[in-house]
T-cell receptor, first 115, second 114 residues
Framework: AQSVSQHNHHVILSEAASLELGCNYS??????LFWYVQYPGQHLQLLLK??????LVKGIKGFEAEFIKSKFSFNLRKPSVQWSDTAEYFC?????????????FGAGTQVVVTP | SQTIHQWPATLVQPVGSPLSLECTVE??????LYWYRQAAGRGLQLLFY??????ISSEVPQNLSASRPQDRQFILSSKKLLLSDSGFYLC?????????????FGPGTRLTVL
């Protein structure tokens, strides 16, 4: 069965530190890839997405992610985090062959940025 | 612009009681609609999806059901709640772009079953 793995459940780092969150999936076919973020008390919202083309995608708030097909990975990065980046981050994968767009989510990574 | 509403925001219900959660989307027509559940420490699990009025597909067997009485309304129900139904329920919508478009999520309903 297809699965999505996020390597860290909790990450604590200081402001200005760099952030990288790992995401790997097990499906071998063509996929669409997403990172969603849930700030405290807010909706789950899209951070960035990859459908095709340049494997390095840029999202909102200075985030970027790189799709490495050979590694089945879609890691999220930010060079310098801010306190406001404290949130839970979810990786999600969608098989392009699905007829109804099912999103398979990872378990999420809680990121805490300390001042 | 499109918006998605869910209510109630929070709900505390006794075991064995019925449930009705509502989701409505504004600013778009004929969307795909989805119900997810997020349990503590776990990712989101897809429960139901709908491609049109009266068309519901279930992803996992469970104590819950869904209905779509109107184009932009999606309802999650249960006749008798179980303790295991506690969780955070999210509704989402997407446009019909080959089913591969982005899903947009509502604010969610936190359900506690006691």
């Amino acid at each position: 069965a297809q699965s999505v793995s996020q390597h860290n459940h909790h990450v604590i780092l200081s402001e200005a530190a760099s952030l990288e969150l790992g995401c790997n999936y097990s499906y071998g076919g063509t996929v669409n890839l997403f990172w969603y973020v849930q700030y405290p008390g807010q909706h789950l919202q899209l951070l960035l997405k990859y459908f095709s083309g340049d494997p390095l995608v840029k999202g909102i708030k200075g985030f970027e992610a790189e799709f490495i097909k050979s590694k089945f990975s879609f890691n999220l990065r930010k060079p310098s985090v801010q306190w406001s980046d404290t949130a839970e981050y979810f990786c999600a994968v969608m098989k392009t062959t699905d007829s109804w767009g099912k999103l398979q989510f990872g378990a999420g990574t809680q990121v805490v940025v300390t001042p | 612009s499109q918006t998605i509403h869910q209510w109630p925001a929070t709900l505390v219900q006794p075991v064995g009681s019925p449930l009705s959660l509502e989701c409505t989307v504004e600013g778009t027509s004929n969307p795909n609609l989805y119900w997810y559940r997020q349990a503590a420490g776990r990712g989101l699990q897809l429960l139901f999806y709908s491609v049109g009025i009266g068309q519901i597909s279930s992803e996992v067997p469970q104590n819950l059901s869904a209905s779509r009485p109107q184009d932009r309304q999606f309802i999650l129900s249960s006749k008798k709640l179980l303790l295991s139904d506690s969780g955070f329920y999210l509704c989402a919508w997407s446009v019909k772009a080959g089913f591969t478009d982005t899903q947009y999520f509502g604010p969610g309903t936190r359900l506690t079953v006691l």
